[in-house]
């Protein structure tokens, strides 16, 4: 063990932010879904700045580092590629330095939650453009930022990479390197990101292998005061896709997203749920009467009415005055009549965003199994060819995927009003990981017994992830989420792929930073 390097670390960062204890280095080589190599140390810092000297002492020392945020990953983003790593998790750097109304800008540290910046910006009636995902209550801005992030807010504002205005980043050597107006030698407000080369996007999605995120500061929006909810069904995803398509090409909606029957057929919404629900509802209505009417809506509906075996498209719209939100919801439900959809009760996007952020009992499958999902962005004429292509590549493994009780579901949703995001994911009863036992509340672990070990399934999914992302980079779709799974280097042309090589040697001589995410070369260990 190295016991110098443990020594300046506690010196640098205080003793009890590294951890070197074996069960939670054990725990530390684990994402969602995969596994790789326990760390040597794992630190946890608590203040941002003890972090460029603690990245420099580690660099000096020929460790590798690798950036954890949420650690909400399934595609080793941040897993050890060796044991000589140590492992940054930046939970704890979550204070939120800067909020303000007046530049519509908020700065943060890169541990702070996506539900952290929306309760604080609340009592400003503001919020973030896109606002966060489903995992907001513990994915993190710059786990966001390094790796991609969508949901809330995402089709009419598309991703966390769309809003951010400027960082600072953590290079290997120790140094931070500002981004945005930051990069001025005159101190000034990141406010801009586009004042010459856009130095803040090379730092976007880069997998934390550039650098490690400290803050960023990104741009807000005025929290709409009018809301509502559609719903409509399709007996075929195509169909559902074209009208999520139309619907993206309208401007209209803030998400709308398509959800697999295999996932609503068995949804279920407790009374709990439903009673935190309706109370959102009521408190977003403008008036008492359409307040009444969503509580009714909500307890008589549920999610039963959509047609069995249907995928339902669902769709939020929202906006400053009453007039506008009724011409977006009216222009969405004629988009869907022209598709065929059938009109269902909106109960599923009432709820998800009633309370957007309140658990993580999602790492866990339904009946307590575990899930591994993968996601593909084309362009909204390319979606036929997509869907086609995927299913084409999984038919041939149909028979084993139901001998090992391996199923599939598939998400879709619009990326602002270009962009169609598709997420296959696979599920299958299999041992839990540490973060299923210990990201869930545990009143919902507790519904269910942790299942046997099924590696054959766990292989078979894995084939499928495979060919999967292989399948994306031959049809040229861009994905999130990159980590150590999908190809990017190799997919890159040779100019491009030259440029982040020579910029990688540039900030990260001896590629210690994240090495391996995103395909960049793994330098031999001294």
């Known amino acids: 063990m190295a016991t110098d390097l443990i020594n300046r670390l506690r010196e640098i960062c205080g003793h009890d932010a590294v951890i070197v204890e074996q069960a939670k280095l054990e725990e530390a080589r684990h994402d969602v879904h995969e596994t790789g190599f326990a760390p040597e140390i794992l630190l946890k810092p608590t203040d941002a700045a003890t972090v460029p000297d603690a990245i420099a002492e580690i660099a ?12 909400l990953s399934y595609t080793a983003g941040y897993i050890p590629h060796s044991d000589r790593t140590v492992l940054l998790d930046t939970a704890a750097l979550n204070n ?34 896109f606002f966060g995902t489903f995992s907001g209550k513990g994915a993190t801005v710059g786990g966001g930022l390094s790796h991609g992030a969508l949901f809330f807010g995402s089709a009419r504002y598309g991703s966390a990479a769309e809003m951010v205005l400027g960082m600072d980043v953590v290079c ?106 309706a109370s959102a509802v009521a408190k977003s209505a403008d008036n008492p009467l359409a307040a009444t009417k969503s509580l009714l809506a909500m307890g008589k509906a549920g999610v039963s009415v959509i047609p069995k075996g249907h995928y339902s498209l669902h769709v939020t719209v929202a906006g400053r005055s009453r007039q506008a939100v009724a011409a977006d919801a009216k222009a ?8 065929g959809g059938t009109h269902v009760a909106a109960t599923i996007p009432m709820v998800a965003r009633a309370d957007p952020f309140a658990n993580l009992n999602g790492v866990l499958g339904p009946e307590g199994g575990r899930w591994a999902a993968l996601n593909a962005k084309v362009a909204l004429t390319d979606v036929q060819r997509l869907l086609t292509s995927f299913d084409a590549t999984i038919e041939p493994y149909a028979e084993e995927m139901q001998a090992l009780g391996v199923r599939m579901t598939r998400l879709a949703s619009a990326l602002s009003n270009h962009c169609y995001s598709f997420e296959p994911v696979f599920h299958w009863k299999d041992s839990w990981l540490p973060l299923h036992r210990n990201a869930p509340d545990p009143s919902h672990i507790s ?11 766990r292989v078979l999914v894995d084939t499928l992830r495979h060919e999967t992302v292989n399948l994306f980079r031959d ?20 100019e491009p792929r030259n440029l982040l090589l020579t910029l990688k040697q540039c900030l990260d001589p001896k590629g210690l930073m994240n090495p391996g995410v995103l395909e960049f070369p793994i330098t031999k260990e001294p």
């Not at 939650?113 to 609340?122: F, N, P, R, S, V």
């Not at 969405?332 to 022209?338: L, P, R």
């Not at 779709?477 to 990017?488: H, T």
């Open 332 to 339: 969405v439900v004629q988009s869907q009549k022209d598709a």
């Open 475 to 494: 049809i040229g779709a861009a994905s999130n989420q990159i980590g150590r799974v999908y190809p990017f280097l190799s997919a890159l042309s040779d």
């Open 447 to 457: 519904k269910f017994e942790e299942p046997a070990a099924n590696p054959d399934a």
């Open 96 to 129: 939120i330095v800067d909020i303000s109304p007046g530049d519509m800008t908020i700065t943060v540290e890169c541990g702070v939650t996506w539900k952290q910046i929306y309760d604080a910006l609340e009592p400003y009636n503001l919020r973030l453009p």
């Open 60 to 71: 000096r020392a020929d460790y590798a580092i690798a950036p954890r945020g949420g650690g």
């Open 172 to 277: 290997a050597d120790g140094s931070v390197l500002r981004t945005g107006q930051g990069a001025l030698t005159v101190a000034s407000k990141s406010f801009l990101r586009s004042f010459g080369p856009d130095i803040t996007g090379l730092f976007v999605h880069d997998g934390g292998t550039l650098g490690l995120k400290l803050r960023a500061t990104l741009r807000v929006v005025r929290m709409p005061r009018y809301f509502d909810y559609i719903s409509f069904a399709y007996p075929a995803l195509d169909q559902a896709s074209q009208a999520l398509c139309a619907i993206a090409r309208e401007g209209a909606a803030e998400e709308a997203y398509i959800m697999d029957p295999a996932a609503t057929d068995h949804l279920d919404i407790d009374a709990a749920e439903m009673l935190r629900s």
